[in-house]
């Protein structure tokens, strides 16, 4: 049974770029979840999908959009990247209402 | 929103020794969960616990979660133990966590 699947592990990019991370949650999940973990903070919410909308949202910008795909799968889009937006992103599966979350192994982003 | 706290922020330990780590939340939750988060970064699940106490091995969690704590055991520590602790809490509503700032943990040999 696979787990959280995230691609691509790493990324480099140019300031004002647009970038796309994606996610395939675990096996049976219907709910995935994005974060953004600064070095040396804790994960802080993007915001969340289920049954392809977008139900929740934490406190970032517009820059940062998503979609949910009809099998659960998910891709976070960030446009014009700031160098503030190099961070680990992490992508959550679970089940809607279900709290338990488990993790891929992230995406590091870098922005030149 | 929630606010957690986790104590202490660093933990030096000789293999061997045992440890105790907190977590702290500000209102009520109805779970809360323990991750291990190892150096690439991922977050592997430890306890999903809402109340009570659970326990894996050498690691064991408590929450009390009338007085809005909870607490992780670490027994007989070893380096591959070494790593940074996040507890975090959901909002009511949904799935969304809210993270503590860590507690970062160096186990020597």
């Known amino acids: 049974d696979a787990g959280v699947t995230q691609s691509p592990t790493h990324l480099i990019k140019t300031r004002g770029q647009q970038v796309t991370l994606r996610c395939s949650p675990k096996s049976g999940h219907d709910t995935v979840s994005w974060y953004q973990q600064a070095l040396g903070q804790g994960p802080q919410f993007i915001f969340q999908y289920y049954e392809e909308e977008e139900r929740q949202r934490g406190n970032f910008p517009d820059r940062f959009s998503g979609h949910q795909f009809p099998n659960y799968s998910s891709e976070l889009n960030v446009n014009a990247l700031l160098l503030g937006d190099s961070a680990l992103y992490l992508c959550a599966s679970s089940l809607y209402r279900n709290t338990e979350a488990f993790f891929g192994q992230g995406t590091r982003l870098t922005v030149v | 929103g929630i606010q957690v706290e986790q104590s202490p922020p660093d933990l030096i330990l000789q293999e061997g020794a045992n440890s105790t780590l907190r977590c702290n939340f500000s209102?009520?939750?109805?779970?809360l969960q323990w991750f291990h988060q190892n150096p690439w970064g991922q977050l592997i699940n430890l306890f999903y616990?809402?109340?009570g106490t659970k326990q894996n091995g050498r690691l064991s969690a408590t929450t009390v979660a009338t007085e809005r704590y909870s607490l992780l055991y670490i027994s007989s520590s070893q380096t591959t133990d070494s790593g940074v602790y996040f507890c975090?809490?959901?909002?009511?509503?949904?799935?969304?966590?809210?993270f503590g700032g860590g507690t970062r943990v160096l186990v020597k040999p």
């Open positions: 616990i809402p109340s």
């Open positions: 975090a809490v959901p909002k009511a509503a949904g799935n969304k966590l809210t």
């Open positions: 209102d009520s939750v109805n779970n």
